[in-house]
């Protein structure tokens, strides 16, 4: 089967959040069951030149839109055994960003119909096309509205998945037409309005054959008008075709035993990881001190992610005794807060604005607890790197937080992880004192130690339930 990933980004190349790891993670272990894979991506200015050294200009040819004949090279590389096709156009995807821009219904309107225009032009036979996002949403309404019955296009099936509902795409109504040259009358009678308006987000879910959501939790929540940001109504009747398939992490990169990032390697020892702790206070300029918690948000700093639940509330959780480590990057209140902050209590808050991979991993292996308190959350990823290394998360119970965060029972000692369901910091409070309670019996945190190292979220499993799905259609 030959499977085209579509998506505005994927690891190695271009990451602004989790979509970057799915887009760049699961082809590869469908390439190792025996498929064909292909992944297009725009060819942004930020993308390393280094990684694209082998890569060769194959096509290119005129897309029509906005009333002018527009030039897209494709761009091609083979690596790993996928082939990844990168889009070229130096006027929409030659920026500094790779979002945020006043056209951007015309950059990703022109991916898309480059991606289309790609397919006939490269005679690539595809079965399966799996568009990711609010960027790639349009693919399927191409298809269906203009490329169907032409040759090179027959029998072209659709998953369409959403990893945030809150980026919907919307634009003025003209793009029907002036972008996708499509009839406005399929706007006028409803199928692609939404909101009075053009969203890229609806057109995918409503063409698609299958729509995925990055957590069964999740599949759940879109139908309800707190999650799904007033699409409620049109994945509710779509909800036959909706399925929830959780996302792995790459269990290569995220391993404690052979981690080069990490001071000290470990598979089944809690000392060990105590001396990556260590390290990492040393690092911060923290008191060197097992004893003390030692606790760490990774993340985007923006609302979705509830930091609206830490900044304000800073003082009162390090008066609970903890170091706090924060990495990520985002809005640039939150951003100046936390600088603020770790300037006034050198002591007990770090943070690092900005991304480090390198310090991601020391951060993982070597912290006692990972928060995450999203206001919603369609998989998260953090939490399951925690796991993997050993890390207790302390979630909020929402999306994939909820399918992957099993909360602590002392009576049965199951549990690899704590829990609260109010998005208030009352709740996470509560719970966070708890969790320290815990922190303090030296058995129960070793027993929380080794039942998250059980924890399994490879992209083994999930893969293969992307395999079946594909096969179904
Ligand atoms: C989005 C979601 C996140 C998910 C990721 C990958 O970033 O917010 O929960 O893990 O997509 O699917």
Redesign the pocket.
């Known amino acids: 089967m030959h499977i085209l990933f579509a998506a505005s980004e994927a690891v190695p190349f271009i990451k602004t ?3 970057a ?2 887009v760049g993670e699961l082809p590869q272990y469908l390439v190792k069951s025996g498929n064909k894979v292909s992944v297009v991506l725009p060819k942004y200015k930020s993308i390393n030149s280094e990684l694209l050294e082998d890569s060769k200009l194959v096509k290119y040819f005129d897309v029509y839109m906005n009333n002018a004949k527009l030039y897209a090279g494709i761009i091609h590389l083979f690596k790993d055994g996928i082939n990844y096709y990168f889009v070229d156009n130096e006027s929409f995807f030659y920026r500094d960003q790779i979002y945020g821009y006043d056209d951007d219904d015309s950059r990703f309107g022109f991916f898309c119909l480059s991606i289309m225009e790609m397919i006939s032009h490269l005679k690539l036979d595809v079965d399966v096309i799996h568009a990711n996002d609010w960027q790639t949403g349009p693919l399927a309404m191409l298809y269906y509205e203009r490329y169907h019955q032409y040759p090179y296009y027959e029998n072209i099936k659709w998953v369409f998945t959403i ?2 509902p809150a980026y919907q795409g919307l634009f003025d109504k003209n793009v029907v037409s002036r972008i996708f040259g499509l009839d406005m009358n399929l706007y006028h009678n409803g199928t692609l309005r939404f909101k009075d308006a053009f969203s890229f987000l609806k057109v995918g879910i409503v063409y698609a054959n299958k729509i995925t959501t ?1 957590s069964p939790t999740h599949a759940k929540e879109l139908l309800e008008p707190e999650y799904a940001h007033g699409l409620e109504n049109v994945i509710r009747l779509r909800s036959q075709d909706l399925v929830g398939i959780l ?1 792995g992490i790459d269990y290569k990169k995220y391993n404690p035993l052979t981690d080069s990032k990490i001071g000290v390697n470990y598979r089944n020892s809690y000392r060990k990881k105590l001396l990556n702790k260590k390290a990492l206070q040393e690092q911060c300029h923290f008191k060197v001190d097992e004893n003390i918690p030692l606790v760490a948000i990774v993340s985007r700093l923006t609302w ?1 992610k509830g930091i609206d639940l830490i900044v304000p509330n800073i003082e009162n959780l390090i008066n609970k005794g903890i170091q706090l480590i924060v990495l990520g990057s985002g809005d640039k209140q939150y951003e100046d807060d936390l600088r603020y902050f770790a300037n006034k209590f050198p002591q007990s808050v770090y943070a690092y604005i900005g991304f480090s991979d390198e310090l991601a991993h020391q951060i993982y292996a070597g912290t006692d607890i990972l928060l995450m308190p999203s206001l919603f ?5 953090s939490q399951m790197i925690a796991l993997r290394y050993g890390t207790i998360p302390l979630v909020r119970e929402t ?2 937080l909820s399918d992957t965060v099993i909360p602590y029972n002392e009576y049965t000692g199951e549990g690899n992880g704590f829990s609260f369901r109010n998005f208030d910091y009352k709740d996470l409070s509560i719970v966070l004192d708890y969790a320290l309670k815990q922190y303090n019996n030296k058995d129960v945190w070793n027993l929380l130690f080794k039942n998250a190292l059980k924890s399994n979220y490879s992209w083994n499993q999930s893969s293969k339930k992307y395999l079946e799905l594909y096969k179904s259609l």
């Open positions: 959040g989790g979509l790891d799915v990893h945030n990055v996302n979705q959350e369609p998989c998260g990823i999306g994939g």
